[in-house]
């Protein structure tokens, strides 16, 4: 399957992934965030990638955790 276009639903809180096969799949950010330990400085940060590079966003797959704790390393107080 090869994918054609993703974009950030508010409504829902997911990423909404459109393929060529005209199938759309989508991801539920709750449930994926669940479990993660967060800040406000790394939420907003998850939040941002999922408007703008929902894509991106994906591809942490099992590394979010790693991803967000590298963001709050850099948080400067």
Known sequence: MRLIYA????????????????????????KVEDGLRTTPCSQNSLNALAIDEPLDRLALDGEMQAWVDAIDSLEVW
């Open 7 to 30: 974009d950030y639903n508010p409504q829902t809180n997911s990423i909404d992934i459109t393929t060529f096969e005209n199938y759309i799949l989508r991801i539920d950010c709750n």
